[in-house]
T-cell receptor, first 109, second 118 residues
């Protein structure tokens, strides 16, 4: 079946630094989603991408739908302590949805 | 508050026991999904229901079962519990239609039920 490879697995950064993470797939998806999970909570949707090549921002977050439709990227600029959590990518095609294993982000003040 | 309600929030039980986790989807959502998240792991898809019927099955053990009721709430039953079943169990809901519509099928997650098996 379709597998998502999300990297890096974890990141330890200093407050104020920029962060990049990505997801790749062996197959094509029609939609890419990025979720964030705060400690002890459920994942919350950050950004949804609907078209290949699409670049979408949500505050300090920017995500892109790869042109091949097999990958997606999430960037966080000027990180702050509340950015701590696990970031999940998700790829969707009709009736199928897959999550990446997550990127665990730690931000040191 | 995401609008998806899960109970109980925490549950501690012994091996061999049976538990039921409950989920009320967001108002208007017809699909319910169950995910398992073990310590420091990703989200493992268990099962999906749409308007009372099973739609998709993931890596759900035979000891686990689920159902969605006419009022759209769902229950996940875990039996003959083992230590390895200790995990966070998330319910998510969406408006997914059948046949599917274009655009994203956005899942809204509940806060999870933390199961500890001793």
């Amino acid at each position: 079946g379709q597998q998502l490879n999300q990297s890096p697995q974890s990141m330890f950064i200093q407050e104020g630094e920029d962060v990049s993470m990505n997801c790749t797939s062996s197959s094509i998806f029609n939609t890419w989603l990025w979720y964030k999970q705060d400690p002890g909570e459920g994942p919350v949707l950050l950004i949804a991408l609907y078209k290949a090549g699409e670049l979408t921002s949500n505050g300090r977050l920017t995500a892109q739908f790869g042109i091949t439709r097999k990958d997606s990227f999430l960037n966080i600029s000027a990180s702050i302590p509340s950015d701590v959590g696990i970031y999940f990518c998700a790829g969707q095609s009709f009736l199928d949805m897959r999550f990446g294993a997550g990127t665990r982000l730690t931000v040191k003040p | 508050d995401s609008g998806v309600t899960q109970t109980p929030k925490h549950l501690i039980t012994a091996t061999g026991q049976r538990v039921t986790l409950r989920c009320s989807p967001r108002s208007g959502d017809l699909s319910v999904y169950w995910y398992q998240q073990s310590l420091d792991q990703g989200l493992q898809f268990l099962i999906q229901y749409y308007n009372g019927e099973e739609r998709a099955k993931g890596n759900i053990l035979e000891r686990f079962s689920a159902q969605q009721f006419p009022d759209l709430h769902s229950e996940l039953n875990l039996s003959s519990l083992e230590l390895g079943d200790s995990a966070l169990y998330f319910c998510a809901s969406s408006q997914q239609r059948v046949p599917p519509v274009t655009g994203a099928n956005v899942l809204t997650f509940g806060a999870g039920s933390r199961l500890t098996v001793l």
